[in-house]
């Protein structure tokens, strides 16, 4: 991964972001279905939880996951 001036930005592969989007659609996808629950209540519960655990993170966690794109 290059370097970003700005500490807030990434730069993946096309690959590894269409292929973790798909991943989660599909997941949620299967979780509705499970639960019979609708898709934008699996979407919404998926993206509250995430950002909550995001906030939790140190900036070094951050980073550790950052670069752990770059062994994909």
Do not use: C
């Not at 798909?22 to 279905?33: D, P, R, S, T, W």
């Not at 934008?40 to 794109?69: C, F, H, N, P």
């Amino acid at each position: 991964m290059s370097e970003q001036s700005n500490d807030k930005s990434v730069v993946l592969p096309k690959d590894v972001f269409v292929l973790n989007t798909l991943g989660m659609g599909i997941a949620i996808q299967v979780l509705a279905k499970i639960t019979k629950e609708e898709i934008e209540v699996w979407k919404e519960y998926v993206g509250a939880t995430a950002s909550e655990q995001y906030r939790q993170l140190s900036s070094e966690q951050i980073q550790e996951i950052v670069d752990s794109i770059e062994d994909l």
